[in-house]
């Protein structure tokens, strides 16, 4: 059953006997994994939104519990009024994968594959109910690169149809960022900094072996760098008469000393 959009259309023609529709507007974004964001704006006059709230926010819950149970995450708010006295309903519904989008949409969503090149081929079909139920309906889709559209380009990603009942176009789907040329950058920043290390250490060794080789210009006498010299006998150890010859034989007694 195609519940999310044809609930809120059902919602319109349910209103449509007792009260106008200033619009109804629907955006739909989708991402490169699938992820699907869908957002749909009833507008009423403040009064009205005064007079049928209670109608409109009891459906609104009965829709969201609805989606709830097929396994999607929906959320609404009232905003307004706004300068011109008007309430929007807004109603967010976010899921995971086109073929479940599929399922609960006036129409399809494929993606299919030319050589490398993904594209995705969208079709929506609103039916005349969205006519003469609003005074005016809009719908706006992004996602990708547009490569044929029946809508109004908005700008390179984005399109918008208003007051149309067939929504086609063809759009490029929209590529995973390439990570190689950013690992390529750091690992050469690495090996940079890595080589810009090794010369600092490289430097610092060489100091410390240029300081090692160098000669020794302190005293010879510095008690902290050499031993104390032996100090040579002055008198005899026999006689106590003066040395005066270095071989240590004494000149008096004649005992070496």
């Known amino acids: 059953m195609k519940k999310i959009v044809c609930g809120f259309i059902l919602l319109s023609l349910l209103l449509a006997g007792c009260v106008p529709i200033i619009a109804t507007n629907f955006k739909l974004k989708l991402s490169p994994d699938e992820k699907w964001n869908l957002t749909t704006e009833i507008v009423l006059t403040a009064s009205d939104a005064m007079l049928f709230g209670e109608t ?5 819950n009965e829709m969201n519990q609805d989606t709830e149970f097929a396994g999607l995450d929906a959320t609404w708010e009232t905003t307004g009024p706004d300068r011109d006295d008007n309430v929007s309903y807004i109603i967010t519904i976010n899921g995971q994968g086109f073929e479940l989008l599929n399922d609960h949409i006036p129409g399809s969503i494929a993606t299919y ?14 039916g005349s109910a969205i006519e003469w139920v609003s005074l005016s309906s809009s719908f706006t889709l992004s996602g990708g690169k547009i490569i044929s559209t029946n809508g109004t380009r908005v700008n390179s990603n984005t399109i918008r149809w208003d007051n149309m009942d ?7 789907y929209p590529e995973s960022p390439v990570l190689l040329p950013y690992l390529l950058g750091l690992g050469l920043a690495g090996f940079l900094i890595l080589g810009i290390v090794l010369i600092v250490k490289g430097k610092q060794g060489k100091t410390f072996d240029e300081d090692a080789g160098q000669p020794d210009f302190s005293s010879p006498d510095d008690p902290f760098t050499h031993s104390p010299r032996k ?3 002055k008198f005899c150890t026999v006689c106590g008469a003066r040395l005066k010859s270095k071989s240590g034989i004494c000149s008096q007694c004649g005992n070496p000393n």
Request: no cysteine.
């Open 56 to 60: 409109i926010t009891g459906f609104i």
């Open 113 to 126: 594959e030319e050589g490398s090149q993904k594209y995705i081929d969208f079709y929506w079909e609103m």
């Open 166 to 172: 067939k929504l086609e176009a063809i759009m490029e």
């Open 231 to 233: 100090l040579t006998k």
